[in-house]
């Protein structure tokens, strides 16, 4: 795998607590990869180390094939945090101007880049405005904008769709997507699982400073799956208790069934033909990562409290 982005048994710890311990992971080039986790997981303290604000305790960072340098190295990234920090009292246009020549672009360039992206999110009246006249939403795409428009190799985005519209939130979704296409890297961290399940590619979930989960949604999905299939019949019908399958659920002509152990999809197929049924539809039920998410962090917190439990 062509990984952007490795990081090997990296560990931050503070005083009292494992904010980031011993975790390792590959991000691949132009990949929109998902950091999740409940609050106080450690995703921020791991994003500032991969920003440069924080350094790590151990292990190592390695970014484009390279050691992380966070001085040499901060023009490849854009970082747009949860916590927004943009300055209240100053103008738009001149705040972009700004952020963008701190990130090396030239006056020039950075006009140029400005202006393509403040008309392509219809921002072009906004120049002299000031940050603090801005909606919450209008103030997310403004610092959308100024991550991005330096071009970075690594974007990171923690949950870049608080306080938008749907209008704005669609927006926002297709230049993640274009930026991936033009070989960007994304990071994105948020608590919307189905906004992850429809964006990313792949996904670490974190839980107590550790990673508890690593791979693919796909990947991920099938491995959390439980055998269980939704059945769509032509009309309300009776299901007799069987050694096949179970009936989770049976509303009118939907139906939801868990296959036994010892028995195939082809076994239900069998059975419900031969009972006369009429199948209009018959798919695999697989878990959301919403469902997979509460499942892991629950156990983990309940595996911890154990242990605690027996350390004192």
């Not at 920090?85 to 880049?113: D, F, R």
Request: aromatic share 8%; hydrophobic share 40%; proline share 3%.
């Amino acid at each position: 795998m062509d990984a952007l982005l490795s990081l090997s048994n990296l560990k931050k710890y503070y005083a009292t607590q494992k904010a980031v311990d011993d975790i390792s992971f590959d991000i691949k080039r132009g990949s929109i990869f998902g950091l999740l986790g409940p609050n106080g997981a450690g995703k921020t303290t791991l994003l500032r180390m991969i920003t440069g604000i924080f350094y790590p305790d151990g292990g190592s960072i390695i970014l484009d094939g390279q050691p992380f340098n966070p001085i040499e190295d901060i023009q490849k990234i854009g970082y747009m945090p949860e916590e927004r920090g943009l300055y209240k009292k100053m103008k738009i246009g001149e705040q972009a101007l700004y952020l963008a020549q701190l990130k090396g672009l030239s006056k020039a360039e950075a006009t140029e880049k400005i202006k393509y992206w403040f008309k392509k999110f219809e921002m072009e009246t906004w120049w002299n405005k000031k940050v603090e006249d801005l909606s919450k939403g209008m103030s997310q795409k403004l610092q959308f904008v100024i991550t991005v428009l330096h071009e970075p190799k690594l974007i990171i985005l923690d949950e870049p769709f608080s306080g938008l519209d749907p209008l704005n939130a669609n927006l926002i979704k297709e230049e993640i997507y274009n930026l991936a296409k033009k070989g960007a890297t994304i990071i994105f961290s948020t608590h919307r699982m189905e906004q992850v399940e429809e964006i990313c590619d792949h996904i670490v979930l974190m839980n107590l400073g550790k990673k508890i989960l690593d791979g693919s949604v796909t990947d991920i999905k099938q491995q959390f799956k439980e055998n269980s299939f939704v059945i769509q019949t032509d009309q309300s019908v009776g299901i007799k208790e069987n050694a096949i399958f179970n009936t989770m659920s049976h509303i009118e002509n939907k139906i939801i069934v868990k296959i036994n152990p010892g028995y195939q999809s082809n076994d239900v197929l069998k059975y419900l033909l031969q009972e006369n049924i009429n199948i209009v539809s018959y798919n695999e039920l697989l878990p959301s990562l919403n469902d997979i998410f509460i499942h892991l962090v629950e156990n983990t917190h309940a595996t911890a409290r154990a242990f605690q439990n027996v350390q004192n």
